[in-house]
C-alpha cells in the first residue's frame, strides 16, 4: 500500500471515529487530513484536498478552533488563513472533555446542597446526586493524573522522535 493511501484511509477512518463521539464524519476527516499535513492549509486546500464545499469546512474549522483543536496560523505571501491541528491535539480534546465532566459535578454540587436544605426529598434521589457527585470527583481525579502521565509520555515521545536537525 503506498503512503496516498495510507493517508485517505486515515482520513477516512478518523471520520468514522468521529461519528462514533457524535460528531460529524466531515469534521473527521478535517481533522485527519490536517493530522498528515506538515504544513498549514488553507480552506481552498482543505475543500479540495476532501472535495467538500467551503461553507461546512469553514464552520467546522471555527468551530475545531473554538475548541482548541486546531489553530489560525499567518503564511508568508497568502492573505488566507490557514490551519493546523494544536501541538498536543489528543491532550487538548481530552481537556475539553474534562471541562463536560466539571459541568456535571457543578451541577451535581448545586443539587446536593439543595437537597441538604430540603428534608422532604426522597431518600433515591439524594442517593443517585450523592453518586454522581462522587462519580464526577473520581472522574476528575483520574483525568489529572492521566494528564500528567500523558505530559511525561509526550515528553518521552518527543524525545525519542527529535531529529539532530531539530535539536537547537
Same mark, same amino acid.
Given at each position: 500500500?503506498?503512503?496516498?493511501?495510507?493517508?485517505?484511509?486515515?482520513?477516512?477512518?478518523?471520520?468514522?471515529?468521529?461519528?462514533?463521539?457524535?460528531?460529524?464524519?466531515?469534521?473527521?476527516?478535517?481533522?485527519?487530513?490536517?493530522?498528515?499535513?506538515?504544513?498549514?492549509?488553507?480552506?481552498?486546500?482543505?475543500?479540495?484536498?476532501?472535495?467538500?464545499?467551503?461553507?461546512?469546512?469553514?464552520?467546522?474549522?471555527?468551530?475545531?478552533?473554538?475548541?482548541?483543536l486546531?489553530?489560525?496560523?499567518?503564511?508568508?505571501?497568502?492573505?488566507?488563513?490557514?490551519?493546523?491541528?494544536?501541538?498536543?491535539?489528543?491532550?487538548?480534546?481530552?481537556?475539553?472533555?474534562?471541562?463536560?465532566?466539571? %459541568?456535571?459535578?457543578?451541577?451535581?454540587?448545586?443539587? !446536593? /446542597?439543595l $437537597? @441538604?436544605?430540603?428534608?422532604?426529598? *426522597?431518600?433515591? &434521589?439524594?442517593?443517585?446526586?450523592?453518586?454522581?457527585?462522587?462519580?464526577?470527583?473520581?472522574?476528575?481525579?483520574?483525568?489529572? %493524573?492521566?494528564?500528567?502521565?500523558?505530559?511525561?509520555? !509526550? /515528553?518521552a $515521545? @518527543?524525545?525519542?522522535?527529535?531529529? *539532530?536537525?531539530? &535539536?537547537?
Open positions: 500500500m503506498d503512503a496516498d493511501a495510507i493517508k485517505q484511509g486515515f482520513i477516512e477512518d478518523f471520520g468514522a471515529g468521529y461519528q462514533l463521539f457524535g460528531l460529524s464524519r466531515l469534521m473527521g476527516h478535517v481533522v485527519g487530513m490536517l493530522l498528515c499535513e506538515e504544513e498549514p492549509c488553507s480552506l481552498d486546500d482543505i475543500t479540495d484536498r476532501l472535495t467538500v464545499s467551503k461553507g461546512p469546512v469553514s464552520q467546522i474549522t471555527r468551530r475545531l478552533s473554538d475548541h482548541q486546531l489553530r489560525k496560523v499567518w503564511v508568508p505571501g497568502s492573505r488566507r488563513d490557514h490551519y493546523q491541528v494544536v501541538d498536543d491535539i489528543f491532550g487538548q480534546a481530552f481537556a475539553n472533555q474534562a471541562a463536560k465532566q466539571r %459541568a456535571n459535578l457543578e451541577l451535581a454540587r448545586k443539587y !446536593r /446542597e $437537597l @441538604d436544605q430540603t428534608p422532604d426529598v *426522597p431518600a433515591p &434521589m439524594r442517593r443517585r446526586v450523592e453518586e454522581m457527585v462522587a462519580f464526577y470527583e473520581l472522574m476528575l481525579e483520574t483525568h489529572d %493524573a492521566f494528564m500528567d502521565t500523558w505530559q511525561e509520555r !509526550r /515528553e $515521545l @518527543d524525545a525519542a522522535t527529535t531529529t *539532530p536537525e531539530e &535539536m537547537p
